[in-house]
T-cell receptor, first 116, second 115 residues
Framework: DAGITQSPRHKVTETGTPVTLRCHQT?????MYWYRQDPGHGLRLIHY???????DKGEVSDGYSVSRSKTEDFLLTLESATSSQTSVYFC???????????????FGPGTRLTVL | AQKVTQAQTEISVVEKEDVTLDCVYE???????LFWYKQPPSGELVFLIR??????QNEISGRYSWNFQKSTSSFNFTITASQVVDSAVYFC????????????FGQGTELSVKP
């Protein structure tokens, strides 16, 4: 199994509070991704990173920001959480040797976030 | 635009039956990759297979097999002699070089295998 951990695994927070989710990898993979999973939508890409300090938006990026200061860590921040951001968040990594590569993505265990 | 459609939201079978999960995709790219992932009740996402657009050969891995047909833009997944442990949500996904390798997921098919 790919060495990917996510923290916290569960979080309950209130509307308007900031929340940061952490993804940590031990594989030294270049690409890291944040997805959210909601019923009826499968998984949708929020943001991704193709290297330290290199990030880009995905399909559902509004209300989220990311940072990657080290290869092994990719942080997802909800600046002011809303109830619509209640979801399960998955981090993924990919070796992706060149930009635009389509290597397999391996997923972390997920974080269940509830915004009241 | 790229799209993946899994028309079967839920499937229920009895153990030992064969079951096929359908996946239809849309892309204008000529180089692309198709994936299947399994999400068991415990919630993690498990990678099953990756197939590139230039390889239409069917693949078999134990009780699992995949049928890739470019003519119908389909990448179907068959489980032979299903078992209770196969109960999970299965996702089909698409990525392409021109889209930066981003994964586009279908909505998933929930398979329930009853003893």
């Amino acid at each position: 199994d790919a060495g990917i951990t996510q923290s916290p695994r569960h979080k309950v927070t209130e509307t308007g509070t900031p929340v940061t989710l952490r993804c940590h990898q031990t594989e030294n993979h270049r690409y890291m991704y944040w997805y959210r999973q909601d019923p009826g939508h499968g998984l949708r890409l929020i943001h991704y990173s193709y290297g330290v300090k290199d990030t880009d938006k995905g399909e559902v990026s509004d209300g989220y920001s990311v940072s990657r200061s080290k290869t092994e860590d990719f942080l997802l921040t909800l600046e002011s959480a809303t109830s619509s951001q209640t979801s399960v968040y998955f981090c993924a990594i990919s070796e992706a040797r060149t930009q635009g590569s389509t290597d397999t993505q391996y997923f972390g265990p997920g974080t269940r976030l509830t915004v009241l | 635009a790229q799209k993946v459609t899994q028309a079967q939201t839920e499937i229920s079978v009895v153990e030992k039956e064969d079951v096929t999960l359908d996946c239809v995709y849309e892309t204008r790219d000529t180089t692309y990759y198709l994936f299947w992932y399994k999400q068991p009740p415990s919630g993690e996402l498990v990678f099953l297979i990756r197939r590139n657009s230039f390889d239409e050969q069917n693949e078999i891995s134990g009780r699992y097999s995949w049928n890739f047909q470019k003519s119908t833009s389909s990448f179907n997944f068959t489980i032979t002699a299903s078992q209770v442990v196969d109960s999970a949500v299965y996702f089909c996904a698409l990525s392409s070089y021109n889209q930066g390798g981003k994964l586009i997921f279908g909505q998933g098919t929930e398979l329930s295998v009853k003893p």
